[in-house]
């Protein structure tokens, strides 16, 4: 069992980047310099990376993530032609978790991160894991529960509003906006933590007490933390999503 993250959020504070005006990308001109040289080994920029680390991160937050995520990506990309060969070629995935499980999906199917949205359910589709429709600044796409195509327990963490469409109770809830060959689904977490770098050959076999629907859409396991993350495949997941919307 993994540990499930703390949806309390406390409330934001202002951000002095003093490093910016006066630090070593400013103009150089903070006293604090002659004792510690860089901005890296002062403790009020130790202090502020704390305190933005502990914040909750705001929707613009999660839109510039999701662009710097495949700039990561691109630039740690090796020719194709190495990757294929080399177990430490470097990957990314985007951590998130669902219920009490933390997973990953690859950077390249993420399109964008955006808040919680009314999810307005389709008549007459009772399968569980399509959820209905979304709009996604302007445009209605669908909306799939990854939970339920995983076979994870999900009994706490929808609720519907007065019209019944689906809403998220989790403070941290973001919806996930991914493309695969064309297709493009709205996934819907609990909580979003950031971009993961990591090598194939860190990736351990998934145990076979994992749900068999787990299994079947998972690479394997990445020691994260004090716990584990369950690295998505695109191609598995996709696949069975589609066949849930025929």
Do not use: K, Y
Request: contains cysteine; aromatic residues 4%; hydrophobic residues 45%.
């Amino acid at each position: 069992m993994v540990h499930a993250a703390h949806d309390d959020r406390a409330p934001a504070r202002r951000i002095d980047d003093c490093w910016n005006r006066i630090g070593t990308r400013g103009d150089g001109t903070c006293p604090r310099l002659a004792a510690h040289a860089r901005c890296l080994n002062c403790p009020v920029f130790a202090q502020a990376a704390a305190t933005l680390l502990d914040r909750p991160l705001s929707d613009a937050d999660f839109a510039e993530a999701a662009r710097t995520a495949h700039e990561a990506h691109d630039t740690h990309q090796a020719p194709p032609d190495a990757r294929a060969d080399d177990a430490n070629a470097p990957q990314t995935a985007l951590a998130f978790r669902i219920a009490d499980e933390w997973l990953g999906l690859p950077v390249p199917a993420l399109r964008q991160i955006d808040g919680p949205r009314p999810i307005h359910p389709l008549p007459h589709r009772r399968n569980g894991v399509v959820l209905g429709l979304v709009n996604v600044r302007g445009t209605l796409t669908i909306a799939a529960s990854l939970g339920a195509l995983l076979g994870l327990d999900l009994s706490l963490d929808l609720e519907h509003d007065a019209a019944g469409r689906h809403a998220s109770r989790h403070a941290h809830a973001r919806l996930l906006v991914v493309e695969h060959r064309g297709d493009t689904v709205a996934l819907p977490v609990d909580e979003v933590e950031g971009v993961l770098r990591f090598a194939a050959s860190a990736l351990l076999p998934a145990p076979t007490t994992l749900a068999h629907a787990a299994t079947m859409h998972t690479r394997g396991l990445l020691a994260w933390r004090d716990t584990t993350l369950g690295l998505l495949d695109a191609d598995r997941v996709f696949d069975s999503l589609a066949r849930s919307l025929r």
